[in-house]
């Protein structure tokens, strides 16, 4: 079935260090979502890949979308103490509105 | 726009008791989505609809759970007989596809505890 695994499950650094996050298809996906939920609170909407091999970038955060269309990759430079939070990967399969989310990674920082 | 509207945002019961949550989606959204989070398990897919239709119902754990979206501007998802392991975070969420984009927008959820 399709499934989405993510890694690591959590990860803690020291603010300024670099952080990141994989995820991981069984199949090919057509599209590739990433969100970001505070502690207490609730998704929200980071970035949609949708072409193979695509990178995005929003500031110190990078995104990325294998060029198989099976792996993502979200990285932070230099993280910030704004920066706490669970990282979630959601994969899409086809063009209808269904996404399938991975088990995230949580972020915590050391000031 | 308010976003997605959830209530109630806490809702403590005991055992056996029915519970409904509701939803009021984002005006002009045609697909809404019941999530369920827990430590143990995640954030899980429970139901979803497109133009109020429920289209993948593979989520919802039981006969005690259902779902309905009598209209575009608002959805229930109901549990009876409520049982302490349906303790969780309840969210909805919905979304409009427009050229290949369909980012889903989440409300503020319902904390569930079964006593």
């Known amino acids: 079935g399709q499934q989405v695994m993510q890694i690591p499950q959590y990860q803690h650094v020291q603010e300024g260090e670099d952080f990141t996050t994989y995820c991981n298809s069984s199949?090919?996906?057509?599209?590739i979502q990433w969100y970001k939920q505070r502690p207490g609170g609730h998704p929200v909407f980071l970035i949609q890949l949708v072409k193979s091999g695509e990178v995005k970038k929003q500031k110190r955060l990078t995104f990325q979308f294998g060029e198989a269309k099976k792996n993502s990759s979200l990285h932070i430079t230099a993280t910030q103490t704004t920066d706490v939070g669970t990282y979630f990967c959601a994969g899409g399969y086809s063009s209808a509105s269904k996404i399938i989310f991975g088990s995230g990674t949580r972020l915590s920082i050391r000031p | 726009d308010a976003g997605v509207i959830q209530s109630p945002r806490h809702e403590v019961t005991e055992m056996g008791q029915e519970v409904t949550l509701r939803c009021k989606p984002i005006s002009g959204h045609n697909s809404l989505f019941w999530y369920r989070q827990t430590m143990m398990r995640g954030l899980e897919l429970l139901i979803y609809?497109?133009?109020?239709?429920?289209?993948?119902d593979s989520g919802m754990p039981e006969d005690r759970f259902s779902a309905k979206m009598p209209n575009a501007s608002f959805s229930t998802l109901k549990i009876q007989p409520s049982e302490p392991r349906d303790s969780a975070v309840y969210f909805c969420a919905s979304s409009s596809y427009r050229d290949g984009y369909n980012e889903q927008f989440f409300g503020p959820g319902t904390r569930l505890t079964v006593l």
């Open positions: 609809f497109n133009n109020n239709v429920p289209i993948d």
């Open positions: 199949t090919t996906l057509s599209n």
